[in-house]
T-cell receptor
Framework: AQTVTQSQPEMSVQEAETVTLSCTYD???????LFWYKQPPSRQMILVIR??????QNATENRFSVNFQKAAKSFSLKISDSQLGDAAMYFC????????????FGRGTQLTVWP | DTEVTQTPKHLVMGMTNKKSLKCEQH?????MYWYKQKAKKPPELMFV???????INESVPSRFSPECPNSSLLNLHLHALQPEDSALYLC??????????????FGPGTRLTVL
């Protein structure tokens, strides 16, 4: 079974600083995808970034980037120039390739951004 | 446009009531999902529809009854719920891409309280 582990229940960062959220996963599959979703107090799950396992290059979306270490089964999220609006619960998620929509979520990391 | 809409935003119901949650997307996605999320926990998959057919039922109690009238609409009919069913109910959709990442996009959720 696939498991996703987020070892940091809570993190905090000063506005404009950089923070890294950790995620590890366990799988025997070679074809899979990884995601980071954020869930602010409004409760809507918002896709932050995604990574295809077959791609060597780390995904980047504006201030958000990942460090994908396939051999180590690690998928961390780096948020640069943190903003107050980044405060949210962040979920790491895994999906096997070519399967219908089953997302395996980690338990989440609550990020606080201090002004 | 990556919008998934859900109504109502909030719902309070008694244990003997019958109510329905509604989810809609106009992105041409062919898969739709229901998740249940308790406070400070990751979403739990309940049902998946692909091409308007029920593909996955995660052993959800029969007091939850999903329905997919067409490719844009997904309902969740509720009957004889228990207080422990109080939660945020999230709907998501995905394109069912033939290749590449099949990314799920979430709606804002319905917060359900069962008295």
């Amino acid at each position: 079974a696939q498991t996703v582990t987020q070892s940091q229940p809570e993190m905090s960062v000063q506005e404009a600083e950089t923070v890294t959220l950790s995620c590890t996963y366990d799988t025997s599959e070679s074809d899979y995808y990884l995601f980071w979703y954020k869930q602010p107090p409004s409760r809507q799950m918002i896709l932050v970034i995604r990574q295809e396992a077959y791609k060597q290059q780390n995904a980047t979306e504006n201030r958000f980037s990942v460090n994908f270490q396939k051999a180590a089964k690690s998928f961390s999220l780096k948020i640069s120039d943190s903003q107050l609006g980044d405060a949210a619960m962040y979920f790491c998620a895994y999906q096997r390739g070519s399967t219908l929509g089953r997302l395996y979520f980690g338990r989440g990391t609550q990020l606080t951004v201090w002004p | 446009d990556t919008e998934v809409t859900q109504t109502p935003k909030h719902l309070v119901m008694g244990m003997t009531n019958k109510k329905s949650l509604k989810c809609e997307q106009h992105m041409g996605h062919r898969a739709m999902y229901w998740y249940k999320q308790k406070a400070k926990k990751p979403p739990e998959l309940m049902f998946v529809y692909s091409y308007e057919k029920l593909s996955i039922n995660e052993s959800v109690p029969s007091r939850f009854s999903p329905e997919c009238p067409n490719s844009s609409l997904l309902n969740l009919h509720l009957h004889a719920l228990q207080p422990e069913d109080s939660a945020l109910y999230l709907c998501a959709s995905s394109p069912l891409a033939s290749a590449g990442t099949d990314t799920q996009y979430f709606g804002p959720g319905t917060r359900l309280t069962v008295l």
